[in-house]
């Protein structure tokens, strides 16, 4: 308390010398909060908070002026990291004026984040409704892109609101709801509409995803030769992804000139900018000996590292480049990433941890009951040969052998001319599951 009264006494010592104005006690308070927004743009946020504390106490301003004085002090907590204190500040200016933009904006985003609230992703909703309703572009674009499971309809309402209003961070996102995967019947000349007035804007993840949609075919025929053209423009331009997506094009060669030292360059390059793709790219390269000599060991340090940022790929191929080494310790480490894999839905991964885990030598390793469980989601996925002989074996583990039998006939019968080199296996596993005994390996 003695403090705060003395930073005042201060303060109303260097205004007096500074020319303040002190006739109008009214016009005196506005000139403190202006000198505080000036503060506060220059980083100065101690100084921007002595200023607004005799607003925050003064008897002459409106409820709107001191609504703006707690959102500004808020906004000098947020931005030194006191959380806490800024949504406090946020909900102050609330009671004060109940259609501060700024003040619900600011606190959907802390909800959003989980920042000096505990993080409730139906009340940042909530509270970005609020903002957008008043034509806060921010919001508006979190309520789109928050809504765009739910109901995307009214995702992209609230995104061509505040594109219209000439908000650039909506242009990308409104794109996107225009594309398949996301709208019920895409539209992907609005698509590109949207992503050219964003890449006119500046926006280099615009260009990216024009792009993608030439290589993936979204205006008709995939346009390998066009994607590859504007890829490169970005890669010229120093994009990380552009340069990850270039490699891929000229390691499939495929209306480009197959190029693998050059897809390792790029690859090389994009990875040290941090692209995860890149990484997985490095991690094939080094595995396969494309573009570079062959070397396991840097194969898998580059899986690791996108294995380690949660993406399914790499930790399905970590596991494959694991699983080679027949080693206890070895099996036990591939089967992690292949569960990791499995967890999000990666149906390669699905079939391969089940068969360790149904046919493994290692009796620690095996686990029938889980095994079966993730060879009928690979099954469900993807029925081939292989798979349903993963479920046959997973079967087996589980003493269920009239099954097992069954569904390995299923897999025999199911071989094509591609795969017919399976059959032998397959086969020899039948007639051991007609013998009563599961397969190990």
Do not use: C
Not at 259 to 265: L, P, S, T
């Amino acid at each position: 308390m003695r403090k705060s009264l003395l930073n005042l006494l201060i303060l109303l010592a260097y205004l007096s010398a500074s020319g303040a104005p002190s006739g109008n006690p009214p016009e005196r308070m506005q000139h403190y909060l202006t000198r505080a927004a000036e503060y506060a743009e220059a980083r100065n946020y101690g100084l921007a908070r002595t200023y607004l504390e005799p607003v925050l106490i003064s008897p002459w301003i409106t409820s709107e002026q001191r609504a703006q004085a707690y959102v500004m002090q808020a906004f000098t907590y947020q931005a030194e990291g006191l959380f806490v204190s800024a949504a406090l500040n946020y909900l102050r200016a609330l009671e004060f004026d109940a259609d501060e933009t700024t003040a619900y904006a600011s606190l959907s985003y802390l909800y959003a984040h989980g920042l000096g609230v505990a993080r409730d992703e139906g009340e940042a909703l909530r509270l970005a409704l609020e903002a957008a309703q008043r034509g806060d572009g921010y919001s508006r674009v979190y309520a789109g892109m928050a809504l765009m499971d739910e109901d995307i309809d009214e995702a992209r309402a609230w995104l061509l609101k505040a594109a219209e209003d000439g908000y650039q961070p909506a242009y990308v996102h409104l794109a996107h709801t225009f594309r398949g995967g996301v709208a019920g019947d895409p539209d992907p000349e609005e698509a590109r509409r949207w992503f050219e007035a964003a890449a006119g804007e500046g926006s280099v993840a615009a260009s990216l995803a024009i792009a993608y949609m030439y290589r993936d075919g979204e205006f008709g025929e995939p346009d390998i030769k066009e994607a590859a053209r504007r890829f490169s423009i970005l890669a010229d331009n120093g994009s990380p992804h552009a340069k990850a997506a270039l490699a891929h094009l000229y390691l499939l060669g495929s209306d480009v000139d197959r190029d693998e030292a050059g897809a390792f360059a790029l690859y090389y390059e994009a990875a040290e900018q941090g692209v995860t793709d890149a990484y997985i790219g490095l991690g094939y390269l080094y595995e396969t000996g494309t573009g570079t000599a062959t070397d396991l060991d840097a194969a898998e340090t580059w899986y690791r590292r996108a294995a380690e940022e949660d993406d399914a790929a790499a930790q399905f191929r970590l596991g494959s480049l694991m699983f080679q080494a027949d080693l206890k310790e070895r099996t036990a480490t591939a089967l992690y990433w292949f569960e990791r894999a499995a967890s999000a839905g990666h149906a390669g991964a699905e079939n391969n941890a089940a068969w360790i885990l149904a046919t493994s030598k290692y009796d620690p390793i095996r686990n029938g009951v889980l095994a079966l469980h993730l060879a009928q989601r690979a099954v469900a996925q993807d029925e081939t040969p292989g798979t349903l002989d993963t479920l046959a074996a997973a079967y087996a583990e589980n003493g269920d052998f009239a099954r097992a039998i069954a569904t390995q006939t299923s897999a025999i019968a199911a071989i094509s001319p591609e795969t017919e080199s399976l059959r032998g296996e397959l086969m020899n596993r039948l007639s051991r599951y007609e013998a009563g005994e599961p397969w190990r390996e």
